[in-house]
């Protein structure tokens, strides 16, 4: 975007879940097109491509986040996926190859630990709402991307939380890119002004911050632009 | 107990969540009696009364834990509790006072986010079974200590994971102690040799390590030993 226009006046609180990612940062925009004040959080879990970390800092300014709070933690301890631990990353895979079967990238439980420090940051916060960018089409081998488990994690939330119990908020899970093409969400974040310059795909720590164009991510990124028949200004 | 016997042969490995208290380390010692192999999981999460890790670390090395990790993150930033904000820990409350309301040390969405972990680990580690020490008796005022809520808590995990999409394994979490009294847990816990001089229980930190006698916590556990007509050996 070319510069951040003042979010409209509003009580309603959101938390939304920010990589720094295309997706996400497509959310925020999104929440805060429907009024929220949004309230952008992170994780720093041990990724090795945390260059996510200073796209996220970037986009939650540059979208006039309320405020952006980084949960530090490490995942690595417990293994099992090439985006923390020392596996290289897929490359060059095709469309088919993506949508079969669960990629070594996926990390366990990770949106559930992400929504649920999301559910403690909206209970302190008295919110009701939490944004997340799963989606269900281009991450079909992920299970957490599923719409049966957001409606799961939502239903277990509303008995988890001091506001279900005395039954004066339902806390909503949004995830409004869930049934959205890669390129529905680049037309979608242009269309309400995310600078996509401003943030990062690429799985690969060894491409030093640029994309390496033949992992999952670029690969899907590319694609998007693509037939959205817009440039990425990454590349 | 005396001394660690070593655990029976098996297979079948369990998450053990354990805070180094009377309640989880009873947990401990069932989980272990049940034939797992135990994988027991701490939180250094900001909390006052720190103490709880040391007392976990002796608790998990006698009922002889196959691996004790401790995972650090910092709720403090989200604010909202006595156990994690600079708030006095309500003292010399009584059972009727306990019973009403949700007390001011419950954390926001604690247990979400220590299950969450429990779920990440594991999967990694191919267990299907997590055993959490919550209890509906005593810790009513707890919106995260109810069967409903660890109901809800396991059908969102079976939806979360690689297993639940593969269809392999269906994850359970276990609360043993849901509805039993503080003095029923003094006595089993007893009964399988847990030596509660390890454990802690006090909530005060200024108390120094040893129980100050009159918040919930130590009020809770004195109530399990007198009704179980036993001795605490902290005192």
């Not at 720093?44 to 945390?50: A, E």
């Not at 079967?101 to 990238?105: F, V």
């Not at 409004?176 to 959205?180: N, V």
């Given at each position: 975007m070319t510069s951040a226009t003042p979010a409209p006046p509003t009580t309603r609180k959101a938390i939304v879940l920010l990589s720094g990612g295309l997706d996400s940062s497509t959310v925020l925009a999104i929440a805060r097109a429907e009024g929220y004040a949004c309230y952008a959080l992170s994780f720093?879990?041990?990724?090795?491509?945390?260059g996510e970390l200073a796209a996220a800092r970037r986009v939650a300014k540059a979208l006039g986040a309320a405020q952006h709070q980084v949960v530090r933690f490490d995942l690595r301890a417990f293994g099992g996926s090439a985006l923390t631990a020392d596996v290289a990353v897929p490359k060059g895979r095709t469309a088919d190859e993506m949508a079969t079967?669960?990629?070594?990238?996926y990390v366990p439980a990770r949106n559930t630990i992400f929504l649920s420090f999301a559910l403690a940051w909206a209970e302190t916060l008295g919110a009701a709402d939490i944004f997340i960018g799963v989606n269900a089409i281009d991450y079909s081998g992920y299970p957490d991307c599923r719409p049966e488990y957001i409606a799961a994690f939502e239903a277990m939330a509303n008995l988890a939380t001091r506001a279900g119990v005395e039954g004066t908020t339902h806390v909503r899970i949004h995830a409004?890119?869930?049934?959205?093409s890669k390129a529905d969400i680049v037309r979608r974040g242009t269309a309400l002004g995310?600078?996509?310059?401003m943030t990062t795909s690429c799985?690969?720590?060894?491409?030093g911050g640029v994309p390496?164009?033949?992992?999952d991510a670029c690969h899907l990124r590319a694609g998007g632009f693509a037939q959205a028949g817009m440039n990425d200004p990454l590349l």
């Open positions: 720093d879990y041990g990724q090795r491509h945390n079967g669960i990629p070594i990238t409004p890119l869930l049934k959205m995310v600078d996509f310059g799985y690969d720590p060894s491409a390496c164009g033949s992992c």
